[in-house]
């Protein structure tokens, strides 16, 4: 069961695990309605994940064995209502990590974030353990959900492991509210109107990854032995780093005109507080990771794809 299947990653993921495991074995479940892009490809259900009775009917009545639990408010959209995200990210976990345990579920996949780090942490090549202090609600959301993980799988041996996702760049689904949102919107203004007005400074470097290789990594991970996972808070991977002028500059080499003006507003100070660079040594010594996309493979491929 995916919970949140009608999101910017959900949808992704949905389609390459019902590649994997067959349609109907891959129930997508979300609050809003199914996204378009998963019509007749499957079984959805609505679903609250903060309505835990509900859900655990339906993990039942499903014969649920495995649940992807992605439904959260993010960096951006957090800061704005930060009793709902800290109440949807914590509760949200909460309820799914309980279920898991009662009814014995094989496995529980939970995203953290590039966002436990704060400004205290390093900038550069981002280590898995060091000094992690978030200032948004967000960040600390998912510092606390990397703890709850790990203290289910200590104590109950709930199996549930987890990725720090950097800002995830895709063309299927729009982006939910992200502080990295401003490296997809760039690809679709760069299409449209030739000009991108961006809501960071041109030299804010920050961790991202294109999204064939977020859907992998998250697979394999859950796909490796469990012997082999020896994080169970939250792993860091990484795949490239770059700043706005570093994209327009990549964009324009296919769009010649493209001209892109910076306007900062208050999402600077969230990217502000993250590292440059992430360190994810630890997971591609644990079960491999390693990723396929750079920003030139990647811009070239999101152009493509959007162009169709
Ligand atoms: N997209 C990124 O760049 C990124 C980076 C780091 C971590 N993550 C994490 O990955 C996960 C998924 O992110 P996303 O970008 O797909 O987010 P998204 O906002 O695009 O999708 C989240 C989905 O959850 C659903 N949802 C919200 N409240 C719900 C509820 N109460 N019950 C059921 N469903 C509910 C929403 O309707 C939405 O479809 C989140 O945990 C996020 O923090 C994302």
Known sequence: MVIGASGQIGVELTLALR?????????????REENPLLHGTG???????????????????????????????????GEKNPNLAWHLNMQGLLNVLDIAREEKLSKVYWPSSIAVFGPT??????????????????????YAGEFWCNYFFNKYAVDVRSLRYPG??????APGGGTTDYAIEIFHDALEHKHYDCFLEKDTYLPMMYMPDAIRATIELMEAPSEKITTRTSYNIAAMSFS???????????????????????????????????????????????????LAAMTEDMLKNLRK
């Open 121 to 142: 942490s390093p900038k550069k090549n981002c280590p898995q353990q060091t000094i992690i202090e978030p200032t948004t609600v967000y960040g600390i959301s998912k």
């Open 168 to 173: 995830l760049i895709s063309y299927k689904s």
């Open 19 to 31: 590649k994997i495991y067959g349609a109907s074995n891959v129930i997508a479940s979300d609050l």
């Open 244 to 294: 706005p002028q570093e994209i327009a500059i990549e964009i324009k080499k296919h769009i010649p005109g493209f001209a892109i003006d910076y306007a900062p507003d208050y999402r600077q100070t969230i990217a502000n507080s993250w590292p440059q660079s992430i360190d994810d040594s630890v997971a591609r010594k644990d079960w491999g990771w390693k990723p396929e996309f750079d």
């Open 43 to 77: 079984p959805y259900v609505s679903i609250d994940v903060m309505n835990k009775e509900m859900l655990h009917v339906q993990v039942i009545r499903q014969g649920v064995t495995q649940i992807y639990l992605l439904a959260a408010i993010l960096s951006a959209t």
